[in-house]
């Protein structure tokens, strides 16, 4: 199992600490250490769709300038803008053996992963 984040994201930290109580071994890819890989997003986008994938909530998003934030309207300049700032991807992504998890959501990862 894959999980993609950054440590310090307080939505990563819990995800790591369920994974961590429940003894579910997982291999931690660092965004800002080891970057976003293109390939993963356009195939996690296309799991889940764009609009799960992509974090409008969060504050590196907001501060995007307008232009930037109209790349997002196309899943592949989107790709591309997500390789540039990935904290502007949802935290966090597990990657396990049936597809992806996109968030993390207690009950849902619990269903899925248990």
């Known amino acids: ?58 504050t590196t998003f907001r501060k995007l300038s307008d232009a930037d934030k109209t790349l997002v309207a196309d899943s592949h300049t989107a790709v591309v803008l997500m390789v540039q700032q990935p904290s502007i991807i949802k935290r966090p992504i597990v990657e396990h053996a049936h597809g992806i998890l996109v968030g993390f959501k207690e009950d849902e990862w619990s269903a899925t992963l248990l």
């Open 1 to 58: 199992m894959n999980l993609y984040g950054i440590p310090n994201c307080d939505t990563v930290k819990k995800a790591r600490a369920w994974l961590d109580r429940n003894g579910l071994a997982y291999t931690f890819h660092d965004f800002k250490k080891e970057g976003a890989n293109p390939p993963r997003i356009k195939a996690w986008i296309a799991a889940a769709g764009l609009d799960t994938v992509l974090n409008r909530k969060g």
